[in-house]
């Protein structure tokens, strides 16, 4: 039977690594009776991480859907990694969610990756809530934790739950709403719950914070704020409307605490989730593009959670498999039914929706229905040329919905087969391989003819090298990671390009003026235009932006892709007959590599953001060898009793770095990086390249 769609949450849990995201993940299935048996993180077991690569190393790699009831709604889960190597993971997810469940841990607080996870929920206008874990461990600390929230990710934690103890004197939490002690039943691994009187020690804490949340409650709700001033009961409904208004509006956080491990406090988040957390109807339509509108169609198009309405669909994530490929897809309108041709508006092709699986983590149901309804989530085996971020739509109404952009891959190896008659083996490997990852490429080098596969990190591009031994049973040879480096001019230039050739008494000419200066793009590069329209056919134009387009793809003086630059066409001489597509794309590329030339090029490198957790006592070690690595230090602060160091580094520097954090802290300290920007290298960088 399927789930109305207003009883359908479709939510992920998203956190920094080893927050305990996988583990409260775990105690969901199991509380809400989707799996028998409890896993262990620790023990390789748990639903979600069932990669080998994720058992064996005790962290989520591949965010995974799972699907489960809770009293009367069916929530879709998706488990996203923290290390930020697999950040596009997070982000796609992220991109067809409704909601999030925001994990941290009471001993690290807000730590480098939550506070990635936070801008990237944001920017998806993604509703959310906080839980507090690990509320269990040494040194934990709520209070310390929610005003990290406040301060570093600008949130607006409403706390429902409290602690009862901390560390090894926690017993229980305190519900706010009914204002009752919970204590979570070991024996029957938290199922079993006992409700009491709140312990007479915690009555006045008790009492202030729930005058917190009645503060924070009638701030949003004039019906609620006169209850509230005139000292009249405001009731359990009055609380849930305006949370559930609230957190719709992402003006607040619901806020729970406990500790997963302990199976302590978990239950509460799963009726938050079902309480405040958005269904599809509670989303804005999702927009998008008509590819093709007709005459008088607005180019805008939208689309409503509602089965009468076209399909729409998209493609989040691709899954390999042995038989098929399966594509996780979000259905935003109408009904995508087994059976049925969708259109893939990108490519123009129709593509087969040959089956409809139920996804369970690793495992698959096939949805009885044959059919999901908008607002669901399910893998579909069938399309053929497809890549993540594609639509997939009906063909009467096609619409592109917005895609996912991903971040610029940092790191790079070459890899090679070891053996010739594996050579194309590892290009389809590879092949598949970049059409499940966004942020994995692989290009054959023209200079060399060597294999190079970039990615976010050396940890990202030790997965993939060993998903390519396991599941694809090749062996290949690594070399030395490289940095992704780019070129950016220093210097605004206006060049000429002139291309004048007469054969076979037939005359071809072309001259192209263009302005190349720096500028601040987020990515790439930007080509514009100052002819006004009516100065020349329109295709001479598009041929001339679409080759400074390509010239500047192929990379600067170095051979580096371009980044942070402007080019501008200023002028075209043209002479009619004469002036043909070949002379203007010669002319146009000879313009391109003068003005490069004229305008000092410089080398940028990735800049990573780095964050050290280390005891005190190894702080002075480790800021000496970041110096020795030209880091530039941004501050430290105490978290608990760890001190957590932040700075900007070149990544060039950071190579093989975990090895040596650990021998600086005798295995103590941990730390995570991030890519933040490019920046110039220093002249030095270039001179090793040519010395």
């Keep these: 039977m399927p789930a109305s769609t207003e009883s359908i949450r479709n939510i992920g849990i998203v956190a920094h690594i ?160 009914q204002m009752k002690a919970l204590y979570f039943d070991r024996e029957t691994m938290g199922r079993e719950i006992e409700v009491t009187d709140i312990p007479e020690d915690m009555r006045e804490t008790a009492a202030r914070w729930r005058s917190k949340l009645l503060d924070s409650v009638s701030m949003l709700d004039d019906e609620v704020m006169t209850a509230y001033l005139e000292g009249e009961e405001v009731t359990a409904e009055q609380i849930h409307r305006v949370l559930r208004a609230g957190t719709l509006a992402r003006e607040l956080q619901p806020t729970f605490c406990g500790s997963s491990l302990d199976y302590c406090g978990v239950q509460p988040v799963l009726d938050a989730v079902n309480n405040y957390l958005p269904s599809p109807l509670d989303v804005p339509p999702v927009e998008g593009i008509n590819p ?178 396991r599941d694809f049973n090749l062996n290949v040879k690594v070399h030395k990671p490289r940095v992704s480096y780019r070129e950016t001019v220093q210097k605004p230039v206006e060049s000429d390009g002139e291309f004048s050739r007469t054969t076979a008494g037939e005359s071809q000419f072309a001259s192209v003026r263009i302005r190349v200066e720096p500028f601040e793009a987020e990515r790439g590069v930007e080509v514009t235009s100052e002819l006004t329209p009516g100065d020349l056919p329109k295709e001479q134009i598009r041929i001339v932006l679409e080759t400074i387009q390509e010239a500047a793809h192929s990379g600067g003086v170095v051979g580096y892709p371009l980044m942070k630059v402007r080019f501008t066409l200023v002028s075209i001489d043209y002479r009619e007959g004469e002036t043909t597509e070949e002379a203007l794309r010669a002319a146009t590329s000879h313009a391109v590599q003068n003005a490069l030339s004229e305008a000092d090029v410089a080398l940028l490198e990735p800049v990573m953001k780095l964050e050290v957790v280390t005891p005190g006592e190894f702080l002075g070690n480790i800021q000496a060898d970041l110096n020795t690595r030209h880091a530039r230090i941004l501050g430290s602060e105490p978290r608990g009793h760890l001190t957590a160091m932040t700075a900007e580094v070149p990544l060039a520097r950071m190579f093989g770095y975990s090895t040596l954090v650990r021998s600086l802290s005798q295995g103590r300290a941990s730390y995570s990086m991030e890519p933040l920007k490019y920046d110039l290298a220093p002249p030095s960088v270039l001179e090793e390249m040519f010395g």
């Design 292 to 469: 093709s509108p007709k005459k008088g169609e607005d180019e805008h198009a939208i689309r409503k959670v509602d089965k009468n309405e076209p399909f729409a669909g998209l493609i989040f994530k691709i899954a390999a498999d042995k038989h098929a490929d399966m594509c996780f897809v979000r259905v935003y309108s109408g009904v995508l039914k087994s059976g049925s041709r969708a259109l893939n508006p990108r490519t123009g092709k129709k593509e087969l929706i040959s089956q409809i699986w139920h996804i369970q983590a690793g495992h698959r149901e096939k949805i009885e229905t044959d059919a999901v309804d908008a607002g669901g989530i399910a893998g579909v085996i069938g399309p053929k040329q497809v890549v993540t971020g594609d639509t997939l739509c009906d063909q009467k109404h096609p619409i592109i919905l917005e895609s996912i952009n991903f971040p610029e891959t940092v790191i790079s190896m070459a890899v090679e087969p070891d053996s010739s008659a594996d050579r194309k083996k590892l290009e389809d490997a590879l092949l598949q391989l970049s059409k499940q990852d966004p942020t994995f490429k692989a290009k054959v080098s023209d200079e060399t003819g060597q294999t190079i596969i970039s990615g976010m990190g050396e940890l990202h591009l030790e997965v993939l090298r060993e998903r390519l031994q």
């Design 18 to 177: 080893d927050a305990g995201k996988t583990t409260t993940t775990e105690r969901i299935l199991y509380y809400a009776g989707a799996s028998h048996k409890m896993g262990q993180v620790d023990e390789g077991t748990t639903q979600t991480d069932f990669d080998p690569e994720e058992a064996k190393r005790g962290i989520t790699i591949y965010s995974a859907a799972v699907t489960c009831h809770w009293k009367d709604c069916t929530i879709n889960i998706i488990d996203t990694p923290g290390h930020v190597d697999f950040t596009a993971e997070v982000q796609r997810s992220l991109r067809v969610l409704d909601g999030a469940v925001v994990v941290f841990s009471a001993v690290e607080g807000v730590e480098a990756q939550s506070e990635t996870v936070w801008r990237q929920a944001d920017e998806f206008r993604v509703p959310r809530l906080c839980f507090v874990n690990k509320m269990d461990r040494i040194g934990a600390d709520f209070d310390r934790t929610l005003g990290q929230v406040r301060d570093r990710l600008k949130g607006n934690p409403v706390v429902l739950t409290i602690p009862i103890g901390a560390g090894h004197e926690f017993k229980g939490i305190i519900d706010l709403l």
